[in-house]
């Protein structure tokens, strides 16, 4: 198992401030030396009042510091207010480390309409910068979590130009999670000397095959973020959006990302399966994309994947459903490596089919039989646990 450790430069802290009930609600990622910084945030048109100011900040000035992260509340529809007190949270991090206001970036999650508890997290403030470490990764990682089971942290590490590089992800996120961002924050931090255009395009290029390529129930939130912070202290060379040691970066923010979009996955709300959607033969990466997102959406599949049922006429139909072109007599469909669908009609097997949707792990391919593009999307079932979960969520 990988070591996770911060890149050189970086402290983060996570304390109890009282927003939440008993665990840790707040967190702070900060770099010693301002970063050059690129971020996506939620296509959601309602967009809680931290992402709309991390929005405004990061058009004026790219260069951040820190990052402040609370839970158990997302400051968002609430108005002047809100924003007054997500710009207020930015500020008072700023005096407390020394540093510029607009190097100061907010985000929060939690339930969506109620004021923040200035007055807690304000209080807190000092405490959560005394904490800063370099050992505290578990701490931030606790504070910016809702209702995960477990702390999500990856790191990998690299040689560019002779110079070791790390990158290193911490995220959030088990409901409400869907392409095009989710219930989820997630802050990668690494130490590379990298280029702004290379910045956004390896970022991009990851969040397309992880963070956008998930989904638990179909649900966009409005604070969803990812933010990918580089400070320059590897010593490396200046990477740029090209050559071997752009490669070396994008292969290892990949699976940064990959598996942090897994563990949001397998950390689903009363999950107890996670599942691989792969679309095989597609035209386009778009169709592939857009068939495999109906697959792995539709509640049908999750409950016959909960039951263990290897229902293959509903993945079937969601595929018919998605919009995408195919010819259903030439459709292939395979179930945990039993071909249930050949040239459009069952195909009967030998193979012994009740071992299908009854591991922790399962494997739904479609082959298309249209062109040489695919696409996986990564999602869970849906259990009674989930319902229970979001039916009182507020209360």
């Given at each position: 198992?990988?070591e996770?450790?911060l ?6 802290s996570?304390?109890y401030?009282?927003?939440k009930?008993?665990?840790k ?17 939620t ?5 809680a009042?931290?992402?709309v100011?991390a929005?405004?900040q990061?058009?004026?000035?790219n260069?951040v510091s820190?990052?402040?992260v609370?839970s158990?509340?997302a400051?968002c529809m ?8 997500a710009e207020r ?5 700023a ?6 206001e ?12 109620k004021?923040?508890?200035?007055d ?5 403030i000092g405490h ?5 470490s ?5 701490a931030?990682?606790?504070g ?10 990856v790191?990998?590490e690299?040689?560019a130009?002779g ?5 290193t ?7 409400m999670?869907e392409p095009?961002m ?5 802050y990668?931090l690494t ?10 395009k ?6 397309a095959?992880?963070f956008?390529a998930?989904?638990v129930d179909g ?11 580089a400070n320059a ?6 990477i740029?959006?090209?050559?071997a040691?752009?490669?070396a970066?994008?292969k ?13 996955v397998?950390d689903?709300?009363g999950?107890t ?8 033969g597609a035209?386009s990466?778009k169709d592939?994309?857009?068939a495999a997102n109906?697959?792995a959406?539709?509640m049908?599949?999750?409950c ?8 293959w ?6 595929v ?10 030439k459709?292939e469909?395979?179930l945990d ?6 040239n459009?009609?069952?195909h009967?097997?030998?193979k012994k ?13 479609v ?10 999307v990564?999602?869970c079932?849906i259990t009674?646990k989930?319902?229970?979960l979001?039916?009182h969520?507020t209360?």
């Open positions: 198992m990988k996770n450790k890149p050189k430069g970086f402290l983060v996570g304390v401030s009282g927003v009930r008993k665990r609600d707040l967190a702070l990622f900060y770099s010693e030396v301002p970063c050059k910084t690129a971020a996506i945030f296509k959601n048109k309602v967009k009042a931290p992402l100011l929005e405004r990061l058009k004026k000035n260069l820190a990052v402040i609370n158990g509340n400051n609430t108005g002047a207010r809100g924003m007054r007190d949270m930015a500020k008072e991090v005096k407390a480390l020394g540093c510029a607009d190097a100061v970036l907010v985000s929060s999650t939690g339930i969506i309409g004021f923040m508890p200035m807690k997290i304000v209080g807190s959560l910068v005394k904490k800063l370099r050992k505290a990764l578990n931030a990682a606790e910016i979590i809702t209702t995960d089971r477990f702390k999500k942290i790191s990998r690299f040689i130009g110079e070791k590089i790390t990158i992800g911490v995220a959030k996120g088990a409901g999670i095009d989710a219930t989820m924050l997630c990668i130490d590379a000397d990298i280029s702004r255009d290379a910045l956004k390896a970022l991009s290029s990851a969040a095959g992880s956008n998930i989904t649900d966009m939130s409005t604070n969803d973020t990812v933010m990918l912070l202290e590897a010593g490396n060379k200046t740029k959006n090209n050559g040691a752009f490669a970066f994008q290892k923010l990949n699976e940064v990302s990959k598996e942090l979009a897994k563990m949001v397998r689903g709300e999950a399966k996670f599942i691989e959607v792969k679309v095989l035209k990466l592939a994309h857009k109906a697959i959406g539709s049908l599949v999750k016959a994947v909960l039951g263990g049922d290897p229902n006429g509903r993945i079937a139909s969601s018919g459903s998605s919009g995408v072109p195919f010819d259903p007599d459709l469909i395979v490596g039993v071909t249930f669908v050949k459009g009609v069952f009967p097997t030998r089919t009740d071992l299908v949707f009854k591991g922790n792990d399962v494997l739904i391919e082959d298309l039989a249209r062109g040489k593009k695919h696409a996986s990564f999602t079932d009674k989930y319902i229970e979001n039916a969520y209360t």
